[in-house]
């Protein structure tokens, strides 16, 4: 997550795409173009960056401040359509770096207009399209309690996640649940006494139900799906994932195609499976005392890099 001039993991991007002056890169998630304008510095007049993002103000952003750059192109869609746009943009050519900077941006979450934040009053949205139908608040309209306990517990591993979504329901049944002020003070009410005082009781809530609604799973597992036929050899995949759910989904891929341990059987499959397709490239995790001081956001970012073979 990044602000456009404060990108999250930067110096780790830089050297896990290993650019060359002449290559294509699609940068997935380009938010404000953090790591986008860096990229761009990298590559020389015959390369070529492609950007995507679903967001409509992210869309704005880069038509304003970025498509005068020949090199630059930028497709507002799904990033998991990456087959797609590779073939609209790239005539179909397998490209040499392709950056995924998972999850909301900085100015999508400061706006409590989005309503992404439990902290700011807004409306409950929590779309990153919001030309996509289906709002926060729909959803929990539309949902029964069963459904929503689902989604609090197995994207937020919400322990009270029953008693909020009956209360949620109760709430919107009496027409008192109108804004994420709203949802935050009804889910801090779920919690015994001891634990409510603190701040955060609602971060888990929202995190589940804005990766639900944006389908951020399905389409981090979609991408991963393509990614490999898209990556010339020697190319590099970079992804900077936020929770340990979209973690756990990027391990195991790049674990089961190079030579890393089967995260189920704990063997190693090297042996197994000869036919590897990438090769780990080991960077530090996690984000440096020091970015962290600067950025707090980049706390829980972790980066893994692997390269085509
Ligand atoms: C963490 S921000 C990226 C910040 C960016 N790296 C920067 O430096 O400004 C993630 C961005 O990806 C977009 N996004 C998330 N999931 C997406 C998806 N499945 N398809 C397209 N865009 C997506 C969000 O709208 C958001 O703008």
């Not at 949205?125 to 929990?140: K, V, Y």
């Not at 888990?204 to 991963?224: D, P, V, Y």
Request: one cysteine or more; a positive charge; glycine letters at 6%.
């Amino acid at each position: 997550m990044g602000l456009s001039h404060n990108p999250v993991l930067l110096n780790s991007v830089i050297e896990g795409l290993n650019i060359i002056p002449n290559g294509t890169y699609i940068d997935c998630t380009f938010g404000r173009g953090g790591h986008s304008k860096n990229i761009l510095e990298k590559i020389g007049n015959e390369g070529k960056l492609i950007a995507i993002d679903k967001d409509g103000e992210a869309e704005s952003y880069a038509i304003s401040n970025f498509t005068n750059d020949k090199r630059f192109y930028f497709e507002r869609n799904n990033f998991s359509n990456i087959k797609h746009i590779i073939e609209k943009y790239n005539n179909s050519q397998k490209v040499n770096g392709i950056l995924l900077d998972l999850g909301v941006s900085s100015p999508q979450l400061d706006n409590p207009k989005r309503g992404f934040s439990f902290m700011k009053e807004g409306p409950i949205d929590m779309r990153m399209d919001t030309s996509s139908h289906m709002t926060a608040l729909l959803w929990l309209q539309e949902a029964n309690v069963n459904e929503i306990s689902d989604v609090l517990k197995q994207y937020g591993e919400e322990k009270y996640s029953r008693r909020i979504a009956k209360l949620i329901k109760k709430s919107l049944e009496s027409d008192s649940l109108k804004t994420t002020i709203d949802l935050s003070k009804l889910i801090n009410k779920c919690y015994p006494k001891s634990e409510s005082r603190k701040k955060n009781t609602a971060t888990r809530s929202f995190q589940a139900i804005r990766i639900f609604i944006n389908k951020e799973l399905e389409e981090l597992e979609k991408i991963l799906e393509d990614i490999l036929a898209l990556v010339e050899k020697g190319g590099r995949i970079v992804i900077i994932s936020f929770h340990s759910l979209e973690d756990r989904i990027v391990k195991n891929f790049i674990n089961k195609h190079s030579d890393g341990k089967n995260i189920i059987s704990k063997l190693p499959i090297a042996n197994l499976n000869k036919n590897l397709s990438l090769k780990k490239i080991k960077l530090p995790l996690k984000a440096s005392e020091v970015e962290i001081k600067k950025n707090i956001r980049a706390r829980s970012a972790r980066i893994r890099v692997a390269e085509k073979i």
